[in-house]
Structures are given as C-alpha cells and as structure tokens.
C-alpha cells in the first residue's frame, strides 16, 4: 500500500457493531490509512457481515490488530488524539477539544505518526481513556444532536486528514514530536510541586492540552524548555 505522511492509525474501542467495523475498514482503505487497532471489540471483527461492508476494504479487515489496552494500541505513535461528541463545561478540561479543521490545519501536519481513538457506539469512551491522549477532538455539530454514527464520525475525520496530507507543510522549521514531552515533563514536576493536590489533575490536563495545541516552532520550543529547566530548578532550591 502507497504511504502517505503522516502515518495514520485508527484506535476504536469496544466496538459493537459489525455494520460499523466493515464501513470503517472501507473507509481506511477510501482514505489510506495506515493501521487499524480494535481494542476489546464486542464483535468478531473477522466475521463475514464485517467483509461485505468492507467490499474492496476488505483487504483492511486482514490488517485489524486486536489488542486488550488502550496503553497498547497507542505505543510507538507520536501523537495521540481521541474524539468526542460532548463538550466540556469550564471546569471540565479533559472535555475541551480542537475541531477537526483545528486539527488537521494547525496541530497534525507536524506529526510524523498520528492515532485517533474512536469510542464506543453506546457509550464513548471513558474519562480514564479520554486522559490517555494527548488531545480531544470534535466535530462541530447540531449542538441538540451532535452525536454522529461511529462510522461516519471515521470518515469526516479520516477525509480531513486525507486533504490534510494532500496539502501544505509549514515553513519554519516545526518543533520536533519530543521536545513536547520533555516540555510537559518539567512543567508537570514544578506543578506537583506548587499546586495543591485537589487541583493538580486539571492542571496535568491543562499543561498537556495547551502544549500538543500549539504549533511550536524549533526555537520556541528550545526557549520554552530553556525556562522551565530554569524554574524548576528554582523552585527545588526553594523547597
Ligand atoms: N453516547 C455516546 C456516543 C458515542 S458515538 C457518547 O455520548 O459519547 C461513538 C463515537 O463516535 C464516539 O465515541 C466518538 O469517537 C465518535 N463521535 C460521534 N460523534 C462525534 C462528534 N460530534 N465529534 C467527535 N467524535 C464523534
């Protein structure tokens, strides 16, 4: 299969529809996609009603890694995004999401290798699974029904990612995927050190969302690192 940058890998979890398994497996080969992981799927994703909504996706079907964590099926990807139909309210920022535009205009061009996480049919996922990923993605919907068909929410993400990937790259030269972590890292540590437990998880989640949103250039990035190195090591003298 012809590869085309980044490399992208669909995560559903617990899905529970055949019907859905066969249109997303078509719609990976639609929007060549490079990797599908199912974790816990309800259904067996190899049965025959899976192959005919696959039709020539089929091959898609052969490719199906089945693992049993989430922890699993995100290893050895650069960035990790999961979607949902609910928005947050203020206090809530494990909910607050980029739209898929954001996303593909300004956050997924520098990646290299990307996996968007699809909930499931009855329930989405859950809030353990939504903090595992580094962003959370929305289709902007009827705000009295955003709630799309599994599939079909695959597919407008997975067609934005494809004019994405056929389109433009940035001009300065981008961050690189690691200088992210080891940003959040050092923020992390001087914030479990100042921030009062109760209030350190929605930090956590507000350092690591502000971070993965932004599209730092390599010299920004390098600064930011730069102060927070500074500042930890300020606070530790401190304490
Ligand atoms: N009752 C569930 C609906 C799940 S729909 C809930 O309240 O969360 C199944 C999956 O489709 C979701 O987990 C999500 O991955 C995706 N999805 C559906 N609508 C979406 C939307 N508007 N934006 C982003 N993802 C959506």
Redesign the pocket.
Known sequence: MQKVRPIIRVVLVGTEGEINLGFIARLAANFLVDEIYLVSPLVDPFSSEVRRFAAHGEYMVEHFKVVNSLDEALQGVELSA?????VGQRSDVLRHPVT?REFVERIAPRYNSIAI?????????TREELSKCHLL?????NPDY?????SH?VSIVLYELWVMRSGSRSIVEPAKPDIYERIYKLLFEIAAKIIDRERLQAVDIALKRILWKCPLTAGEASALYYFAKKLRRIIGEQR
């Open positions: 999961c979607t949902s139909a609910r898929v996480v699809f909930g499931r049919e009855s329930v989405g996922l993605i929305h289709i902007p919907a955003p709630v799309l068909n599994l929410a």
